[in-house]
């Protein structure tokens, strides 16, 4: 054997070496040898029960019941900043009270439209004026109460601008707390972009593990873990490529979920919608969005997955509205419930109505009633669309949205 350029030498000074060296791999591969290689796949050490399994699963269950999305309300400090200077009011901690106090108080038209709200941290130590928690009030009207958890998207070296999500450090502790404090479910977003050179190899693996462990550890603490891998709608590239990536983010998400074994059935999935870039030239149908959508989930989405609750990606209140309705309309086999997870696509319009002015209460809960409806009929595939309200058509892109 040359060992600096691995050949064989089978010469006079070792009469028959690649023969025998066949012959030893040979006996190694052969079943009745006692040298046979065993080649074992690792175990997966069971770390929940059957109760365990039984209350995530119903947990998701009734998030994504029938005409039911969730409210997305996690909106951070800085976000809700940007939302209020567009309606000039200040960003307190008593007008953050007061404008979420006006969601989770409209009246009972909105309790059969709403699964879930999620709150960020600050929310969900808050009360109402009647001395509530908001966790307490949110779970007397039957909605599950869900929490934000991830610390927001940092830079990950060596790519083209691209991030992962911190906030795994302490997690394990936060939902423990969670928990305790009555929380069911949780929230992480990690982000990813479409350019030329992205998103990179490195880029989907980092955050498609970051997604698989936030999800293992909400679960060993009885919290159902919406998986959310956001690719932004920032860009010009058109539908094609923004379903073939979808489609390569969702495979390796999976893929990772199974490496960590997180049990499926207690989880839920808040994706992106198959969109073409915001700067694309073309400008496709509700038809052609909803079918690259619901292609790409059937390619890549287990149908032990409950529920897909879509995220709205900065499209208008309305056109976020009839793209979930022409996808739950759309004639290929779901086997999951298609709803809604909207911050802005169920807020736009109650905010401006709102205006930081406290006797625009009721005004503000109309718009966000009316917002409720139309998407709990969209999840089913009713929703007529009226096309009465300008402000419900107002892009609500926002570039490289952070939150």
Same mark, same amino acid.
């Given at each position: 054997?040359?060992?600096?350029? !691995?050949?064989?030498?089978?010469?006079?000074?070792?009469?028959?070496?690649?023969?025998?060296?066949?012959?030893?791999?040979?006996?190694?591969?052969?079943?009745?040898?006692?040298?046979?290689?065993?080649?074992?796949?690792?175990?997966? *050490? @069971?770390? &929940?029960?059957? +109760? =365990?399994?039984?209350?995530?699963?119903?947990?998701?269950? $009734?998030?994504?019941?029938?005409?039911? !999305?969730?409210?997305?309300?996690?909106?951070?400090? !800085?976000?809700?900043?940007?939302?209020?200077?567009?309606?000039?009011?200040?960003?307190?901690?008593?007008?953050?009270?007061?404008?979420? =106090?006006?969601?989770?108080?409209? #009246?009972?038209?909105?309790?059969?439209?709403?699964?879930?709200?999620? *709150?960020?941290?600050?929310?969900?130590?808050?009360?109402?004026?009647?001395?509530?928690?908001?966790?307490?009030?949110?779970?007397?009207?039957?909605?599950?109460?869900?929490?934000?958890? #991830?610390?927001?998207? /940092?830079?990950?070296? !060596?790519?083209?601008?691209?991030?992962?999500?911190?906030?795994?450090?302490?997690?394990?502790?936060?939902?423990?707390?969670?928990? $305790?404090?009555?929380?069911?479910?949780?929230?992480?977003?990690?982000?990813?972009?479409?350019?030329?050179?992205? @998103?990179?190899?490195?880029?989907?693996?980092?955050?498609?593990?970051?997604?698989?462990?936030?999800?293992?550890?909400?679960?060993?603490?009885?919290?159902?873990?919406?998986?959310? @891998?956001?690719?932004?709608?920032?860009? #010009?590239? +058109?539908?094609?490529?923004? =379903?073939?990536?979808?489609?390569?983010?969702?495979?390796?998400?999976?893929?990772?979920?199974?490496?960590?074994?997180?049990? &499926?059935?207690?989880?839920?999935?808040?994706?992106?919608? /198959?969109?073409?870039?915001?700067?694309?030239?073309? $400008?496709?149908?509700?038809?052609?969005?909803?079918?690259?959508?619901?292609?790409?989930?059937?390619?890549?989405? @287990?149908?032990?997955?409950?529920?897909?609750?879509?995220?709205?990606?900065?499209?208008?209140?309305?056109?976020?509205?009839?793209?979930?309705?022409?996808?739950?309309?759309?004639?290929?086999?779901?086997?999951? %419930?298609?709803?809604?997870?909207?911050?802005?696509?169920?807020?736009?319009?109650?905010?401006?109505?709102?205006?930081?002015?406290?006797?625009?209460?009721? %005004?503000?809960?109309?718009? *966000?009633?009316?917002?409720?409806?139309?998407?709990? &009929?969209?999840?089913?595939?009713?929703?007529?669309?009226?096309?009465?309200? %300008?402000?419900?058509?107002?892009?609500? *892109?926002? %570039?490289?949205?952070?939150?």
């Amino acid at each position: 054997m040359r060992g600096h350029t !691995g050949r064989i030498n089978s010469g006079p000074g070792r009469p028959g070496g690649c023969r025998r060296l066949q012959s030893d791999l040979l006996s190694l591969s052969s079943p009745s040898s006692p040298a046979t290689l065993q080649v074992k796949m690792p175990h997966a *050490f @069971p770390f &929940l029960t059957p +109760d =365990q399994k039984k209350e995530l699963s119903d947990i998701a269950h $009734k998030i994504v019941a029938q005409g039911k !999305g969730i409210l997305a309300a996690d909106e951070s400090t !800085g976000s809700v900043a940007k939302r209020f200077q567009s309606i000039n009011t200040e960003n307190t901690e008593e007008n953050r009270r007061l404008y979420r =106090q006006l969601l989770f108080t409209a #009246d009972e038209r909105a309790g059969p439209c709403i699964g879930g709200v999620i *709150f960020f941290h600050e929310t969900l130590y808050q009360k109402t004026d009647a001395g509530k928690t908001f966790p307490q009030h949110v779970k007397s009207r039957g909605w599950v109460v869900g929490i934000k958890v #991830d610390k927001g998207v /940092v830079p990950l070296a !060596g790519t083209n601008g691209e991030t992962t999500t911190q906030g795994l450090d302490g997690l394990y502790e936060r939902c423990a707390q969670y928990k $305790k404090d009555g929380c069911d479910f949780a929230k992480w977003r990690c982000v990813l972009k479409i350019t030329s050179t992205t @998103p990179s190899r490195l880029a989907i693996i980092e955050n498609c593990n970051v997604l698989a462990r936030y999800a293992s550890i909400c679960q060993m603490h009885g919290i159902v873990p919406i998986v959310e @891998p956001e690719i932004l709608p920032d860009g #010009d590239h +058109d539908l094609k490529r923004t =379903q073939y990536v979808t489609e390569k983010v969702l495979a390796a998400m999976y893929k990772a979920l199974s490496d960590h074994h997180v049990y &499926l059935e207690g989880t839920l999935l808040k994706p992106n919608m /198959v969109t073409a870039g915001h700067s694309c030239s073309h $400008k496709y149908t509700h038809q052609d969005i909803a079918m690259a959508t619901i292609t790409a989930l059937r390619r890549t989405v @287990p149908p032990a997955v409950p529920g897909i609750t879509f995220l709205s990606g900065g499209q208008s209140e309305e056109e976020a509205s009839i793209n979930l309705n022409v996808m739950n309309q759309c004639p290929l086999h779901r086997p999951w %419930a298609i709803t809604f997870s909207y911050g802005r696509a169920l807020q736009a319009s109650a905010l401006k109505a709102w205006g930081g002015k406290p006797g625009n209460g009721k %005004a503000a809960q109309e718009e *966000f009633i009316k917002r409720a409806l139309a998407n709990s &009929l969209a999840c089913q595939g009713k929703y007529v669309s009226s096309g009465d309200s %300008a402000a419900a058509g107002e892009s609500l *892109f926002v %570039a490289n949205h952070a939150y």
